[in-house]
Structures are given as structure tokens and as C-alpha cells.
């Protein structure tokens, strides 16, 4: 696993999901997301295929809308506490993902979790 994954899976679930949402919501969606994309983990799909991300994302919560709200709250978890200036709007930030925009993708986490201190 690199650098970025490592720094990607530990925004993911100690930062961002256990601290907005709880460690047993967190562990329920971890579950739920697993059996929907046949094992494969987040991190990977988040930064690798994030159009199937959102699209497994969706089937998950059983609602589009829901997606996006949730994944919106990665923006505002960048905003108020990591006091991140240069955040993408939600439109722009789920834009990306249904583009399958990788580059934006990778690039925003890995700031993320350079700000946090879990990759250099």
C-alpha cells in the first residue's frame, strides 16, 4: 500500500467518518459498502474509480441524494476543521466524481491528509 492510500484510508475512517458520523456508523457503512462492491475496499475505489464509487455509493444509502449529501461532508469536515481555505464547492466536489476525475480527487485527499499529518 503507498503513501497516498495509507493517508487516504486513515482520512477516511479515523478523521472523517468515525468523527462526523461515529465509529458504529462507520463500521455498519464499512460492512454495507463492502458486500455492495464485492470487497473491494473504499480507499482503493475512492481514488481509483470514483464514478463507481458514487455510483456503489448510492446503491448503499438507496438514494443519489443521500450520496452526494454524504460525500458533501467531506468538504465541510475540510472547511471547519481543517481550516482548508481552497475547498471545492459540493457541486464541483460531486462533479468530480460523476466525471471520474481522478486527478482532482487524489489531489484534494492528498491535501487532506497532509493537513492531518498522515503523509508528507
Same mark, same amino acid.
Given at each position: 500500500?503507498?503513501?497516498?492510500?495509507?493517508?487516504?484510508?486513515?482520512?477516511? *475512517?479515523?478523521?472523517?467518518?468515525?468523527? =462526523?458520523?461515529? %465509529?458504529?456508523?462507520?463500521?455498519?457503512?464499512?460492512?454495507?459498502?463492502?458486500?455492495?462492491?464485492?470487497?473491494?475496499? *473504499?480507499?482503493?475505489?475512492? *481514488?481509483?474509480? %470514483?464514478? $463507481?464509487?458514487? @455510483?456503489?455509493?448510492?446503491?448503499?444509502? @438507496?438514494?443519489?441524494?443521500?450520496? $452526494?449529501?454524504?460525500?458533501?461532508?467531506?468538504?465541510?469536515?475540510?472547511?471547519?476543521?481543517?481550516?482548508?481555505?481552497?475547498? %471545492?464547492?459540493?457541486? $464541483?466536489? *460531486?462533479?468530480?466524481?460523476?466525471?471520474? @476525475?481522478?486527478?482532482? =480527487?487524489?489531489?484534494?485527499?492528498?491535501?487532506?491528509?497532509?493537513?492531518?499529518?498522515? =503523509?508528507?
Amino acid at each position: 500500500m503507498s503513501g497516498v492510500d495509507v493517508g487516504v484510508l486513515s482520512l477516511l *475512517i479515523d478523521l472523517w467518518l468515525d468523527s =462526523i458520523f461515529g %465509529p458504529l456508523y462507520h463500521l455498519t457503512f464499512r460492512i454495507k459498502f463492502s458486500l455492495a462492491c464485492k470487497g473491494r475496499r *473504499i480507499e482503493d475505489l475512492i *481514488i481509483s474509480n %470514483p464514478s $463507481e464509487f458514487l @455510483n456503489t455509493l448510492s446503491n448503499v444509502l @438507496n438514494s443519489e441524494t443521500v450520496a $452526494e449529501s454524504f460525500l458533501c461532508t467531506l468538504t465541510t469536515y475540510a472547511k471547519k476543521y481543517l481550516n482548508m481555505v481552497d475547498v %471545492p464547492t459540493c457541486d $464541483e466536489f *460531486i462533479g468530480w466524481f460523476k466525471s471520474n @476525475n481522478t486527478e482532482a =480527487i487524489v489531489k484534494f485527499m492528498v491535501e487532506l491528509a497532509r493537513r492531518r499529518g498522515l =503523509i508528507h
